[in-house]
């Protein structure tokens, strides 16, 4: 079963951080819910990054066992889409949570230090480099080992996902000789390419799994010491109790002679099977259309 946790479960600093901002500075309503939804990109992101990984691991887990009818050092189980694709959809869930988590970390910065900063963390370091942003030095050097090590290739393969090839669409299963299975999932070595053509699976292997679980720790590491950082700045660095703010605000009305009704906005609980049902009468009724 997939677990889910929000990024502030990872990093504490991003409650801290959320009260910090709240409480010692003024704000309109609107810039409120901007700051807060702010904080929340980051924390989704991670979220959703981590989710992804995890996920990742449970299918690969679970179609691995096929591999035990699998004769070692020379047997191979080519997966069917049915097995293989959720796994690249979750490669891919992993890239665009983790890009997310980067610019939604260069939101927190600019919110913190109160200075205009591009949104994208790639155009970011672009003036990083080019030395146009007075940021502090412990953050300059946390940003610049991790996007050189780690957050431009990074970059480069969630731009392969969204533009060029479903980087990990090719999935096998091995037994070793020791009797040990294997899975092939692998992603291009040069995803900076941008072109499918060109993508190369060889010298060095790139394995999914390994790839996505390593940067997400890596990822979790800089923000953990950036947003640590950027606590320590504020003049209460005590744990913090939850800020909410309605995207659409909860309204009370009069209904029916009654003086206050609260004016519910939503819809029924869906069923995934009627879901399942329509999809499949459309294409019914587009396959008897030919």
């Not at 997966?79 to 690249?88: G, I, K, N, T």
């Not at 946390?142 to 060029?164: F, P």
Request: with cysteine.
């Amino acid at each position: 079963m997939s677990v889910y946790r929000n990024g502030e479960q990872f990093v504490r600093h991003i409650a801290v951080l959320r009260r910090q901002l709240s409480e010692e500075r003024e704000y309109t309503s609107e810039e409120r819910r901007s700051l807060l939804g702010d904080l929340e990109f980051l924390s989704l992101g991670i979220g959703r990054a981590f989710s992804a990984v995890h996920r990742l691991a449970e299918l690969q887990a679970s179609t691995g066992n096929a591999a035990y009818d699998l004769q070692p050092g020379i047997g191979i189980l080519v997966l069917s889409p049915d097995q293989r694709e959720p796994m690249a959809f979750e490669v891919d869930s992993f890239l665009d949570g983790a890009r997310r988590s980067q610019d939604g970390l260069v939101s927190c910065i600019r919110r913190v230090l109160s200075i205009s900063l591009p949104k994208s963390a790639a155009q970011l370091m672009k003036g990083v480099r080019a030395n146009k942003f007075n940021l502090p030095k412990p953050i300059l050097a946390l940003l610049n080992e991790y996007w050189s090590c780690h957050g431009h290739m990074l970059k480069h393969y969630r731009d392969a996902t969204q533009h060029h090839m479903i980087v990990a669409s090719d999935a096998r299963l091995y037994r070793s000789e020791s009797g040990e299975p294997l899975i092939h999932l692998l992603l291009p070595n040069n995803p900076e390419e941008k072109s499918a053509t060109r993508f190369d699976f060889e010298n060095p292997e790139v394995h999914a799994f390994e790839y996505v679980s390593r940067e997400f720790l890596a990822l979790l590491k800089v923000t953990y010491k950036i947003t640590g950082y950027l606590v320590s700045l504020g003049s209460n660095t005590n744990e913090a109790s939850l800020s909410f703010a309605f995207r659409n605000p909860v309204t009370f009305r009069s209904h029916g002679g009654k003086r206050f009704q609260l004016d519910m906005v939503g819809h029924p609980i869906p069923s995934p099977d009627d879901f399942v049902r329509e999809v499949e009468n459309v294409v019914s009724t587009l396959d008897g259309a030919r």
